[in-house]
């Protein structure tokens, strides 16, 4: 493609426009109209060009998750989109690609020859990169539809930050079923749940609630881990934020993916602003959430909400009063699953796995025996106590 059709078809991206202002892209455009300047302004703008393309460290890759992130007219009609669409698409596309095909060499010998300037040979050089891999505009939208699009494709995992906004978490925990032993009852349900959630099929918010260290967070994670190729998202949210869930509302209505959103911790010291929306937003606000959204929430409490004995006193209407809002937000989760602390039997299930996995080689009758031993230090049994006994042996094993 000439250079000078070229610079015009960059200002006519229409689908993917949003990739106009994309630094990358607009290094690649300032050059291109710099060749209708003068040799200086190519210069600045060759080197700014240069500048970008050395700090992405990889052209193709820069763009493709530029076009991946992208929320544009082709993913607003994904399910159907018109021929005109497809067609304007695969204009975008093959502008994209020609960009990308373009070497310094080329840059330079079209500005020697525009200026007069052999100066310029002496510039920087850099390759071409390679094509985007998709060709034209069903090709493309074949590519958001097996692997999404917009904001949340960026990762599996995200945390609300003060503010409101959602970013993604560069290293999630990578925690998977396998890693947590004992609890099958327990994580069956949330496995039941998940999968008809996933499947578009009625699903419940769920309440994990019971004793600390039993792994109620960490089988959440676990179950988003196993599940995240089928589009399914985290976003964790601290107690905290419980206002913005409009704002996340918002931004998750037109994603093709799945969300849980996770409340870790969640308890409240007394009905306030954030217990009331948390209950409108479950259930009974005039906004209702979306349909590819559901809450999993973690607690020690089984009400959530901190209760005294002088919360209690009071005539029988009042004592009634304080019971209805103990429970009026438990009650709103349609599945409550406990995680009480193993007995012996369990805890010590859970101890002979990990240590199977570990590697941990100790005759049966000693490994339990020390594994008592170190629970009754840690203030009793549970499957964090089980992985902390286990980390302690695999440090002493590796230190004789």
Do not use: W
């Given at each position: ?56 460290q ?11 992130y ?18 304007a ?71 609300v ?8 978490i ?28 996933l499947?578009g099929?009625?699903?419940n ?66 009905e ?41 006193e ?14 009026s ?46 629970a ?17 042996q ?7």
């Amino acid at each position: 493609m000439e250079l000078s059709a070229l610079r015009l078809r960059v200002y006519a991206l229409s689908v993917l426009r949003g990739l106009y202002r994309h630094p990358l892209i607009r290094a690649y455009r300032d050059a291109l109209d710099s060749l209708q300047q003068d040799a200086v302004r190519f210069a600045d703008c060759y080197g700014a060009l240069c500048e970008a393309l050395f700090a992405c460290q990889d052209a193709h890759r820069a763009i493709l998750r530029a076009v991946h992130y992208d929320v544009n007219p082709l993913t607003d009609a994904i399910a159907a989109p018109p021929s005109a669409l497809l067609d304007a698409a695969t204009h975008d596309i093959e502008v994209l690609n020609a960009l990308l095909a373009l070497d310094g060499t080329t840059l330079r010998i079209a500005a020697v020859g525009a200026f007069d300037a052999p100066a310029l040979r002496a510039l920087p050089d850099f390759p071409a990169a390679p094509p985007l891999p998709f060709r034209d505009g069903a090709a493309l939208a074949s590519f958001y539809r097996a692997q999404g699009y917009g904001f949340f494709a960026q990762s599996s995992a995200f945390a609300v930050q003060d503010g409101g906004a959602a970013a993604p978490i560069v290293h999630p925990d990578a925690i998977r079923l396998r890693d947590l032993p004992g609890y099958e009852r327990q994580k069956q349900q949330i496995l039941k749940n998940t999968r008809a959630f996933l499947d578009g099929r009625d699903a419940n918010n769920i309440l994990l609630y019971g004793d600390k260290g039993t792994g109620k967070s960490s089988t959440v994670k676990a179950v988003v881990n196993e599940y995240a190729e089928r589009g399914l998202k985290i976003i964790e949210m601290s107690p905290r934020h419980i206002a913005c869930f409009p704002k996340i509302f918002a931004e998750t209505l037109r994603s093709p993916f799945r969300f849980i959103v996770f409340l870790d911790d969640l308890s409240f010291s007394r009905e306030n602003d954030n217990f009331a929306a948390l209950k409108a937003f479950i259930e009974g606000g005039l906004a209702g959430k979306p349909e590819n959204l559901v809450i999993y929430a973690t607690s020690n409490r089984r009400h959530l909400i901190r209760e005294s004995f002088a919360d209690r006193e009071g005539d029988e209407v009042r004592v009634r009063d304080s019971l209805e809002t103990a429970t009026s937000l438990s009650d709103r989760f349609g599945l409550e699953i406990t995680f009480s602390v193993p007995d012996k039997d369990e805890y010590l299930y859970i101890v002979d796995q990990l240590a199977a996995e570990n590697s941990l080689d100790l005759p049966e009758e000693t490994l339990h025996l020390l594994a008592e031993r170190f629970a009754l230090r840690r203030n009793g049994r549970s499957p964090r106590t089980a992985r902390q006994f286990i980390s302690q042996q695999l440090a002493e094993k590796y230190e004789k």
